[in-house]
Each structure stands twice: as structure tokens, then as C-alpha cells.
């Protein structure tokens, strides 16, 4: 079954503490991107993809860092997590294939609380 | 890329159309329109898109105006399943085609 795959789905830690969530999808997609979502901000685009080793900043970069070194996997890192950082988080991945237009599937979420 | 407006929130009964409508006036010529929804906190899902001329799938239409301004998104036949936060966005093409913008989106409530 084509899928989106992240982990953990949910997440408390705390203050400082280094923490990566893993993306992988299983689809070739070229193409990956992490989102967060926040109440009555929607969805906002954090770092993506368009293929290994290219990564860029999306619009809310600041305190992130993602790695492309295969295909499927897009982790995110979180050097040192603030409480600001507490959201809900979505990968998502694409064909890009000759740059034509291809939907994204997106994963279930990860549920981050950083106390 | 271009920024879309969408109305806060929208009600349709249950059985008949539901027109959600998006505005992307700044809308470029490589840009397309693309429409995804949300179930309370699931992932988003992929409704349809298009760059100028109108679109049908299984799930819904997609309306583009003649200038490409605005475009109208159609659920024929609603259900209470369609409830959802519905996302117009637009994407460019080209080199730029990887940053995304979501709006706030429109908050669809089907009734019976």
C-alpha cells in the first residue's frame, strides 16, 4: 500500500532534549515536505525536498533541520525544542516527474508536546 | 507563490451541492490551483487541481474562471463525511514548484 509513514504519532519531552521524527515513504516520490499545524494558523510549510541531498526553507524554518540522504527518508530535527515548537506535524511527498503537477500524500501527523 | 482567500466557514445540507470558493488573484500563468481537505487532525487529503480549464474527478469539480482570479470547488452530491477543513492553494511551476502556502481554509459542515 502506497504510504506516507512517520514516528512517532505522538511525542512529550521536554525543554532542550534532542529529538528526531522520521519520515519514510515507499512511492519513489521525488519530492518531500514537513509541515506544522497550529490553531488558526493552518498548515505551514517547515523544510522540503525536491530530491536527495536538496534540501530548502520553507516558511517557518527557524529551530529545524531536515536531511535527504535517500529517497524515502525526510527526518525532522529538533536540536533543541522550546515549547513553541509544541504542534502537530505532517510530512507529505510527491512526484515530481518532469516538474508536472502531482498531488501530495501527506502522513497521519505527529503530535509534539515539549514541556 | 500566489496567496488564495477562502470564506471562514461554509454550510450545505446534506444531498446537495456544496460551493466552496477561493480567491487567487495574484495567481500567475505557471501557477495551479489545487484543492485538499482535512478531517479533524488527519493528514490532508488530495481533492483535485488544474491550471485553467475546468476539472472532474470522482470526488468533486473544480470551476476556474476565464482569468484565473478565482475558481469554485464542487461537491456534487454532500455527505456528512464531507465535513472538513477544505484548502485552496496554489503552486507554481517550474524551479519554484517545491514551496507550498496553505491558507486557514474554508470549515465545510454538511447537516443532515
Known amino acids: 500500500e502506497a504510504q506516507v509513514t512517520q514516528n512517532p504519532r505522538y511525542l512529550i519531552t521536554v525543554t532542550g532534549k534532542k529529538l528526531t521524527v522520521t519520515c519514510s515513504q515507499n512511492?519513489?516520490?521525488?519530492?518531500m515536505s514537513w509541515y506544522r499545524q497550529d490553531p488558526g494558523l493552518g498548515l505551514r510549510q517547515i523544510y522540503y525536498?525536491?530530491?536527495?541531498?536538496?534540501?530548502d526553507k520553507g516558511d517557518v524554518p527557524e529551530g529545524y533541520k531536515v536531511s535527504r540522504k535517500e529517497k524515502r527518508n525526510f527526518p525532522l530535527i529538533l536540536e533543541s525544542p522550546s515549547p513553541n515548537q509544541t504542534s502537530l506535524y505532517f510530512c507529505?511527498?510527491?512526484?515530481?516527474?518532469?516538474?508536472?503537477?502531482?498531488?501530495?500524500?501527506f502522513g497521519d501527523g505527529t503530535r509534539l508536546s515539549i514541556l | 507563490d500566489a496567496k488564495t482567500t477562502q470564506p471562514p466557514s461554509m454550510d450545505c445540507a446534506e444531498g446537495r451541492a456544496a460551493n466552496l470558493p477561493c480567491n487567487h488573484s495574484?495567481?500567475?500563468?505557471?501557477?495551479?490551483v489545487y484543492w485538499y481537505r482535512q478531517i479533524h487532525s488527519q493528514g490532508p487529503q488530495y481533492i483535485i487541481h488544474?491550471?485553467?480549464n475546468n476539472e472532474t474527478n470522482e470526488m468533486a469539480s473544480l470551476i476556474i474562471t476565464e482569468d484565473r482570479k478565482s475558481s469554485t470547488l464542487i461537491l456534487p452530491h454532500a455527505t456528512l463525511r464531507d465535513t472538513a477543513v477544505y484548502y485552496c492553494?496554489?503552486?507554481?511551476?517550474?524551479?519554484?514548484?517545491?514551496?507550498?502556502?496553505f491558507g486557514q481554509g474554508t470549515i465545510l459542515t454538511v447537516h443532515p
Open positions: 492553494i496554489v503552486r507554481a511551476g517550474g524551479t519554484s514548484y517545491g514551496k507550498l502556502t
Open positions: 488544474g491550471l485553467k
Open positions: 507529505a511527498s510527491s512526484s515530481s516527474a518532469g516538474q508536472s503537477h502531482q498531488p501530495q500524500h
Open positions: 495574484t495567481i500567475s500563468g505557471n501557477e495551479y
Open positions: 512511492m519513489n516520490h521525488e519530492y
Open positions: 525536498s525536491m530530491n536527495v541531498e536538496v534540501t
